[in-house]
């Protein structure tokens, strides 16, 4: 049996995977069921996944995915529309510590490194983070230097003008200070993880997308933490 805010999130969920494709946004879903902040809809899809109504899928821009409804037990599959556009993933975060790395030696360069693959990062829209941790990806040594490094996919395109296109691999080498211009993992608010370039100003943070068409946000010292730096990219053709 569900709850009334269970059953308005799965059923909202359902209609706007039917109509876009994709599944909504935390944003769209606090909205819809008029709560307050965006830990009541954690609590919800948590309970509705336990409960065997929803799935959330790693990796995937699509991230929800509607299993059953309570007037209809049976299993629901569908087919995400080819043309439809990115959505966010809605994944749970933040970041888990990985094991440091040492630094790949130089007659070693031609070696691959295993590095965790923490999900998808939007270039555009913020999104909570996740480690899957059966997921990594294999980097040529060359490309990463001492410390601790992760990889995150790309989705979104405000950073194309960096050369960071939707669907990169980008890797990032674990850091908690950046220099002004420096293109980082940035923690917005504790829940919200966005690739930008970060620069300070008196008081105040910048994160600056490198597209025009996205707007630069500002944040107060205390909002932002750097939770690493990119120091490499792989593409697949």
């Known amino acids: 049996m569900l709850t009334r805010k269970q059953h308005e999130l799965l059923m909202f969920i359902d209609r706007h995977l039917r109509d876009t494709g994709f599944s909504p946004s935390f944003e769209e879903m606090k909205g819809a069921l008029s709560l307050k902040s965006k830990s009541g809809i954690h609590r919800l899809i948590t309970a509705l996944e336990e409960r065997g109504f929803l799935r959330r899928r790693a990796h995937r821009a ?8 309570p007037e209809n037990l049976a299993p629901r599959t569908r087919t995400p529309k080819p043309d439809a556009p990115l959505g966010p ?4 975060g933040p970041f888990a510590p990985a094991p440091p790395r040492p630094a790949p030696e130089a007659a070693n ?6 590095l965790p693959l923490f999900g998808r990062i939007a ?12 997921a990594s990806v294999d ?22 003008d960096a050369g960071i296109l939707d669907g990169d691999t980008v890797l990032i080498q674990r850091a908690e200070t ?6 980082v993992v940035a923690l917005v608010d504790e829940n919200e993880v966005t690739l930008k370039r970060i620069r300070r100003r008196g008081n105040s943070v910048a994160l600056e997308p490198a597209n025009p068409r996205h707007e630069t946000r ?9 939770q690493g730096r990119l120091v490499g990219l792989l593409r697949r053709y």
């Open 62 to 69: 699509r991230a929800l995915e509607v299993i059953r409804l």
């Open 109 to 114: 360069d031609g070696a691959a490194v295993s």
């Open 218 to 226: 500002i944040f107060g010292p205390d909002r932002v933490k750097v």
């Open 139 to 160: 980097v040529p040594a060359a490309l990463i230097g001492a410390g601790e490094h992760y990889a995150l996919e790309v989705a979104g395109d405000s950073m194309i």
């Open 178 to 183: 950046a220099e002004n211009g420096t293109i």
């Open 89 to 92: 993933n809605v994944i749970r």
């Open 123 to 134: 270039a555009g829209v913020p999104i909570e983070a996740l480690r899957d941790h059966g």
